[in-house]
């Protein structure tokens, strides 16, 4: 039997499935956060570490823990992990496919497969030559200029902006972490440095059949950070098209990969998936599966999870909202209410003190205009300063 949802379900769904409902907790671990799983993107002034905030983690702008890294990974984009976790992180980012790797890289494919070089054997190799170059903390300017010294023609192109030769960038972005790469976090530039403990087995194993470990179409080999499931559990129900935009990922690789354990459900009328051991939480999301609580109420930042989704109808309906939540630059923050985005947020920051701007897309009731106050009291305490 075919399940049927609201996208209201969805929202409220998804809020509980990343733990945005949860309190602060101070006596929890840095690392008890489900998306920690599936990455959390680190961009934006606040990242990261608000991202985990919001769900719960005792973290606060500027203090790293000790136990969570940051690597380039999905989409080329950093993203935090435990640092425990980076290796098997590295085996659930190998490309499913030639063409996979084809598609991560972007414009590297064409001149590298012209000179009769496999996208994922050329991950391979600049994943090697950049292990083998950062000995020491190195900065990204200068581990390109050394990567285009020490790489062949088709790994390097001429670009006009900078006016110079150098790497295509998502090979050197994505290599990074095959190569057992971290970022160091804060730096911008970025800064780059071997991740303490990364196997030295691993650095340039990118391809998944060399080992024989992965047979096709086998879900399972990537575990806890398989990224279908992950896609699936945290931002589902989702369809395979869904996955693969959120992954850059072909289409035909992800429904190779599609779980066994994934049912059908409509949302709104339109065909989707979801684990089968989700179900329950999104069948029971309708109006808070029925309990009297409080409104649960955030200050989303422009890259949180919540908002990556690729079913942006889904989070917000109306065209004109949509795109001025996803701008093509600039992005702002979303206020979150009860699972519906209810209107965007800048931070205005003036010395030691924050300010809000604040675009309310209906008028906010009182209930909701005191919870967004203590909303930005959370976020001032967060980066140490004082509301304004």
Do not use: N
């Amino acid at each position: 039997m075919e399940h049927r949802v609201s996208a209201d379900q969805v929202r409220r769904y998804r809020v509980h499935a990343q733990q945005l409902d949860r309190a602060p907790g101070a006596a929890r671990a840095t690392t008890d956060a489900a998306v920690l799983d599936a990455g959390v993107q680190d961009t934006g002034p606040d990242g990261a570490l608000w991202a985990l905030a919001l769900r719960g983690v005792p973290v606060r702008a500027g203090a790293w823990p000790d136990d969570l890294a940051v690597a380039w990974s999905v989409r080329g984009a950093p993203h935090t992990y435990r640092r425990a976790d980076l290796p098997a992180v590295q085996r659930a980012l190998r490309p499913y496919s030639d063409a996979d790797a084809g598609k991560r890289i972007y414009d590297a494919a064409k001149p590298l497969r012209a000179a009769g070089i496999r996208p994922t054997d050329a991950l391979g190799h600049v994943a090697r030559t950049m292990h083998a170059v950062v000995d020491a903390p190195t900065g990204k300017g200068a581990l390109s200029t050394r990567m285009t010294a020490e790489l062949d023609e088709p790994y390097l192109r001429w670009c006009r902006p900078c006016g110079a030769t150098h790497m295509f960038e998502m090979p050197f972005r994505l290599g990074a972490l095959h190569a057992g790469l971290e970022l160091e976090p804060g730096t911008s530039p970025p800064v780059l440095r071997r991740s303490p403990g990364y196997p030295a087995a691993q650095v340039g194993a990118v391809d998944r059949d060399a080992d024989g470990a992965d047979p096709a179409g086998d879900p399972a080999d990537d575990g806890a950070h398989d990224l279908v499931r992950g896609v699936l559990h945290l931002l589902g129900p989702a369809t395979a098209k869904d996955v693969a935009a959120f992954l850059d990922a072909p289409v035909a690789d992800v429904k190779r990969r599609w779980p066994a354990d994934a049912v059908p459900v409509e949302v709104d009328g339109a065909p989707t998936s979801v684990l089968a051991d989700d179900l329950p939480a999104l069948l029971g999301a309708a109006d808070g599966g029925g309990t009297a609580r409080a409104p649960v109420v955030r200050l989303l930042g422009p890259y949180d999870l919540f908002l990556q989704a690729r079913d942006r109808h889904v989070l917000v309906p109306d065209a004109a909202r949509a795109k001025a939540l996803w701008p093509v630059l600039g992005r702002p923050g979303a206020v979150l209410a009860d699972g519906a985005v209810v209107g965007t947020w800048r931070p205005r920051a003036r010395g030691r003190r924050l300010a809000l701007e604040l675009d309310p897309w209906a008028p906010w009731d009182p209930t909701l205009e005191r919870a967004v106050a203590e909303q930005h009291e959370r976020l001032a305490a967060f980066r140490g300063a004082d509301p304004a």
